[in-house]
């Protein structure tokens, strides 16, 4: 399969571990939601490239994002550090 991914801003905490929200859809036309913690470039050379041109072009998640964080469990916002 084949897919178009974009980083939103949207941030999650899954079992401890912090989450971006990635929308995408597949080559056939597919919309989807995917959890991302880590981007390595295969490339060493511009990982810090990759890193700032992913973090310069995040956009906000559209309203269908919210109902797949609720299928998937993980839909609710981390909860506030309380000290």
């Keep these: ?3 178009t991914m974009e980083s939103t801003t949207r941030m999650l905490i899954v079992n401890g571990m ?7 859809v ?8 995917a959890l ?3 981007l390595e470039s295969a490339d ?5 490239a990759l890193i700032t041109e992913t973090m310069a072009k995040q956009k ?4 269908t994002t919210q109902g797949a ?8 916002p981390p909860a506030p550090i309380v000290p």
């Design 36 to 38: 991302v913690n880590r």
């Design 69 to 76: 964080l609720d299928r998937l469990g993980v839909g609710a």
């Design 44 to 48: 060493p050379t511009v990982q810090t």
């Design 18 to 24: 912090n989450f971006r929200v990635w929308e995408g």
């Design 1 to 3: 399969m084949k897919a």
């Design 26 to 33: 597949s080559e056939k036309g597919i919309p989807f939601v």
């Design 60 to 63: 906000e998640p559209e309203s």
